[in-house]
């Protein structure tokens, strides 16, 4: 599909990259076999991303709540999230991982990115939620001095304009609450395996109507 043209985009975009496993057992798969094909759909959207000028992305990798599935597939979606980064550091951009990173369930290897890291030519902001909590993410604020907000896990990541979650799914299973809060939010049936640029494109095209107001 050719590259379209908006009115209006998104600064930040939310990601809720859903269906991963539905996906493989529609397709006779072991359940963890959808998370590597993530990893190329989640590339591809950045592809398109960096086209169209988005300034900003948040991906969902993990939750706290996820390390409750059977091993394998902890395993599975931890790798997703490792060779992701891998990726990333060949490409442009900038990368902040948000996540409690005292777990035993936060890879190692991305202990380097709990701090924001430049690829290249920092096209665009990266943020990638491993083994997040939004409970964990606001417990920092707790007890500190000064503004809530600024207080928080992930006072770095700016107000979501549009969350997008694929497979279906309408809710926002702790996607960062704060940022989220006036969030325009798009949910696509189809799984994150079956990744297509028409379906984000969809996604953009109904964001151009929303009245954006705040509130006000």
Not at 188 to 203: G, I, N, T, V
Request: charged share 25%.
């Amino acid at each position: 599909m050719a590259r379209m043209k908006f009115s209006r985009l998104p600064a930040h975009i939310g990601v809720i990259p859903d269906g991963n496993r539905r996906w493989a057992q529609k397709r006779g798969l072991p359940k963890e076999a959808g998370y590597e094909v993530g990893v190329e759909c989640g590339f591809r959207l950045y592809e398109v991303c960096l086209e169209l000028g988005i300034k900003e992305m948040t991906f969902y990798g993990f939750t706290m709540d996820n390390t409750k599935r059977p091993p394998v597939q902890k395993k599975a979606f931890k790798k997703a999230c490792v060779d992701a980064v891998k990726i990333l550091s060949n490409r442009d951009a900038s990368l902040l991982v948000i996540g409690n990173p005292a777990s035993p369930n936060f890879p190692r290897e991305l202990l380097p990115y709990t701090k924001r890291v430049t690829f290249g030519r920092d096209l665009i902001r990266i943020n990638f939620l491993v083994n997040y909590d939004w409970k964990w993410d606001l417990s920092h604020a707790v007890g500190a001095e000064g503004n809530f907000v600024e207080s928080i896990a992930s006072a770095e990541i700016p107000r979501v304009d549009l969350l997008v979650r694929w497979g279906g799914r309408r809710r926002l299973s702790g996607f960062l609450p704060v940022q989220s809060v006036y969030a325009d939010m798009y949910v696509l049936d189809e799984l994150w395996p079956d990744f297509e640029p028409e379906q984000f494109y969809r996604a953009l095209k109904w964001y151009e109507t929303q009245d954006v107001t705040l509130g006000g």
